[in-house]
């Protein structure tokens, strides 16, 4: 006899699960490798191009940084400034600095600030002007920028590290010029190792008055709604801010969350409307008497009621947050109970819009969140995914000039992602198959909550090379960032490197 029969299958086994060890090492490896982000890239090279169904412009690099020659042809982001010349109508300078800021409770902010406050001072611009704010960094060690989210700037004043320009070190200056054209709440902040400078404090209010001013009795209000490692604040308020307004006096409240998860928010008192979203009026809003409110993580809501004689108050619910008003600046009033929650999607009347989900689009995109275990950056572990794919294998979507443009966003993961794309206003179509029934809703920051499914729709008339990521700020930095890109417009900057950019 030869070999026992159970040695010779125990030999066999052993060979099977050795070279299954060795093939899963070798696949780990590729894996891995494949997953190391270089240290330093330009953010075209990174993404694999997705044109949404339209072709490739056969005369143009499709994305400059992936033909040889296709840079000199293309258009430099560095170009696409907002005027250089003409006296601006509002000017001024953003210091980015550390600061202790005292809150009203006697806790003390370890920040970094813009001007030494949190929030950073509140701008307040009229529709048509020219802009113009100078940013100095004084001492933030790894360089800051501004970015006016929301704002439909020229590409070259997106203020997003090394995407739109390098990070502002320390002694260095950097000028932003841009006409505003839009009316709204928007804000400002720090597009540099953003989800640690906005959480740290480099941020601010951005209100852009229409050009038909208010009447002159109206009062106009905006603030900040941000966590400080555990304090909330809602403007530079850690409990109970009050103010004095006449009864009577119509109040436009501009509500802003430059936190990374959505906050929920009530107004009690007064009936109220929601008059606006994302820096975007709404059409015949109607008036809402407890409705809870929910904002995304970058979301704006406007809200509008006539004084009462007594008490209105904006509560940032669960926490001790809230800013009172009445006719004599005292008087406080319980958080409300639970209340139905306010929906965009069925507010207000209907609208003409420039497209529905009729029209004829000429890129159709599809961004399909997911977690899957996977490398990133050499790191095993479950990681966010858009169709499928991790960094930085992430779709870069590439339209053309004037192109009609649709986006599907599914979230298939237990975390809300708000949305945020950056250069453009996106018109909601449709949440889980249902059309949007009342006003026209353009959002810039669209919370997607698990499970939901949103058809949206932009017209690609601002060229450049765009970020659009999630803005719940922690997400973005573990990878959720895709980028919106113009045929024929190429980025001069670079992520990591010398400059020591790092947009998220
Ligand atoms: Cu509020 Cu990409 O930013
Ligand atoms: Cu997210």
Redesign the pocket.
């Known amino acids: 006899m030869s070999i026992p029969r159970a040695r010779r299958l125990g030999r066999v086994t052993a060979v099977v699960v050795a070279l299954v060890v060795a093939g899963l090492a070798a696949w780990g490896a590729r894996a891995w490798h494949g997953s190391r982000l270089p240290s330093t890239y330009d953010v075209m090279e990174l993404g694999v191009a997705d044109y949404g169904g339209g072709a490739p412009a056969p005369h143009r690099a499709p994305l400059a940084g992936h033909s040889p020659g296709g840079a000199d042809r293309a258009l430099s982001v560095a170009h696409l400034k907002g005027p250089r010349g003409g006296e601006p109508d509002f000017r001024t300078t953003l210091t980015a600095r550390r600061a202790t800021v005292p809150l009203p409770s006697g806790k003390a902010l370890d920040a970094w600030t813009y001007n030494g406050r949190v929030p950073g001072p509140e701008l307040r611009v009229r529709q048509g002007d020219l802009v113009e704010v100078t940013l100095l960094n004084a001492d933030i060690e790894e360089g800051v920028t501004i970015?006016w989210?929301g704002v439909d700037v020229p590409n070259a004043e997106d203020g997003?590290a090394g995407v739109t320009q390098d990070a502002v070190l320390p002694g260095r200056r950097y000028t932003y010029r841009f006409r505003v054209e839009q009316a709204g709440t928007f804000w400002y902040?720090s597009?540099q190792a953003?989800s640690k400078q906005v959480r740290r404090g480099l941020y601010g209010a951005f209100v852009i008055l229409p050009r038909r001013p208010p009447p002159r009795r109206a009062r106009e209000l905006a603030v900040v709604a941000h966590t400080f490692s555990g304090a909330r604040t809602l403007g530079s308020s850690d409990g109970i801010a009050r103010r004095a307004i006449p009864a009577g006096t119509p109040v436009r409240l501009r509500v802003i969350n430059s936190d990374s998860l959505s906050r929920q928010f009530a107004l009690s008192g007064t009936p109220f409307r929601v008059l606006a979203i994302d820096g975007t009026d709404l059409n015949e809003p109607t008036l809402l008497e407890r409705e809870t409110l929910e904002l995304a993580g970058?979301g704006r809501y406007d809200l509008g009621f006539t004084m009462p004689r007594a008490t209105a108050q904006l509560h940032w619910l669960g926490t001790g947050a809230a800013l009172a008003l009445s006719p004599d600046g005292k008087g406080v009033l319980p958080e409300p109970a639970a209340a139905a929650e306010f929906d965009p999607s069925r507010y207000g009347s209907p609208r003409e819009k420039p497209f529905d989900l009729t029209s004829d689009f000429d890129r159709s995109f599809v961004v399909d969140i997911d977690k899957r275990f996977g490398f990133l950056d050499g790191k095993f572990g479950r990681h966010w995914t858009v169709n499928g794919k991790l960094l930085p294998h992430l779709p870069t979507q590439v339209v053309s000039e004037g192109d009609l443009v649709k986006m599907t966003f599914v979230n298939r993961t237990e975390e809300d992602h708000p949305m945020?794309l950056?250069g453009h206003h996106m018109l909601v179509l449709s949440r889980n198959g249902e059309p949007v029934a009342g006003t026209p809703w353009w959002s810039d920051t669209l919370n997607v909550r698990p499970g939901e499914r949103y058809e949206v729709a932009f017209r690609a008339d601002n060229p450049g090379v765009w970020?659009d990521?999630c803005?719940n700020l922690e997400h973005a930095a573990e990878g959720l960032v895709l980028h919106l890109a113009y045929e024929g417009v190429a980025t001069p900057f670079r992520v990591g490197g010398g400059a020591r950019n790092h947009p998220e």
């Open positions: 970015h989210h997003v902040h597009h953003s970058g945020h950056h970020m990521h803005h």
